[in-house]
């Protein structure tokens, strides 16, 4: 049987996804990425579950990056099909329809800033490093990292850390833009989970409708974005959440929502 790289508890409405392979610093070779795949596939048809939590294994790694023991598998010819493989998984977990927050617990490097990058916020203990190493080993970043990286920081901010493998510490992250908040060490998951259920007791269909709009918006044109944004907001209107917030907000009680 095929070892277990990638756990998924559910415990309040939130799946909280585990990438454990300690061994290797949680470094994501293909059985995991496939497992990763899967279980956001499980989670998916799962509408018990309103928000799910990325992180890594033990204290001392978020995510490594892509297992370097793999790279002689992969040759010039096939290089550009194994990357499209890897960003498109990470791609669907961008665009899951639900909250995903990154819980950075500690190196979060090349494929492991990718991973936290495509969650919609990035929670980081204090010990986190982040990084995209990949130049070291005379490769680019490929699981996104040469396109999420720049729009999260920008494009000066992003070459310096690709180009010189500059690495980050959490404050830093926190400065530039990369991590929205930085906690003690062993407490990403807590402040995770802290957050989550506050963006839970929110109307759900207004939650997927913002990720949509910003997601898709960050692709267009300002008025291609606001036109997408109008759209949304009719999805929101034609929907029981707005009648349920409404009434609850003239009843002076807290909305019940039922995501419909
Ligand atoms: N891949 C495979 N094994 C890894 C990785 C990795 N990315 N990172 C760490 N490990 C392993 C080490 O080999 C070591 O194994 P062993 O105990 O058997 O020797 C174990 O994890 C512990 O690591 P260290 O002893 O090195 O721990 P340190 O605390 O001294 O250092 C570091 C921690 C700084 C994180 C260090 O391990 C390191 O630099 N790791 C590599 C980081 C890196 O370069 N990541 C980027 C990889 S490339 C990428 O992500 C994008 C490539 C896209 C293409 C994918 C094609 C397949």
Redesign the pocket.
């Known amino acids: 049987m095929e070892k277990e790289y990638v756990r998924c508890q559910i415990e309040e409405g939130m799946a909280i996804v585990t990438i454990d392979n300690q061994?290797?610093?949680n470094?994501l070779n293909q059985p995991t990425l496939t497992q990763l795949d899967q279980t956001f596939a499980a989670l998916a048809k799962n509408q018990d579950v309103k928000g799910v939590i990325i992180t890594g294994g033990g204290e001392k790694?978020f995510v490594?990056?892509?297992?370097?023991?793999?790279?002689n598998q992969?040759k010039g010819d096939t290089a550009a099909s194994?990357?499209g493989r890897?960003q498109r998984i990470f791609d669907r977990i961008e665009a899951f329809d639900r909250p995903v927050i990154a819980a950075i617990n500690g190196?979060a490097?090349?494929?492991g800033n990718e991973l936290a990058m495509c969650c919609d916020i990035r929670i980081a203990a204090e010990n986190a490093i982040f990084g995209q190493?990949?130049v070291?080993?005379g490769?680019i970043?490929?699981?996104g990292g040469t396109q999420r990286l720049p729009r999260l920081v920008g494009p000066g901010k992003a070459k310096e850390i690709i180009f010189a493998d500059e690495r980050i510490n959490a404050q830093e992250a926190l400065r530039i833009g990369l991590v929205q908040r930085v906690v003690p060490k062993g407490q990403a998951v807590e402040e995770a989970k802290k957050l989550l259920k506050k963006i839970m007791s929110k109307g759900p269909v207004a939650i997927k409708m913002v990720k949509k709009a910003v997601n898709e918006g960050l692709a267009m044109s300002l008025r291609g974005g606001q036109d997408l944004e109008a759209l949304c907001q009719s999805v929101c209107f034609s929907a029981e959440d707005k009648d349920e917030g409404a009434r609850a907000f003239l009843e002076k009680r807290p909305a019940n929502f039922k995501g419909k």
């Open positions: 061994a290797a610093l470094a790694s490594a990056g892509a297992d370097i023991s793999e790279f992969v194994f990357m890897g190196f490097l090349g494929g190493p990949e070291n080993l490769i970043p490929g699981y």
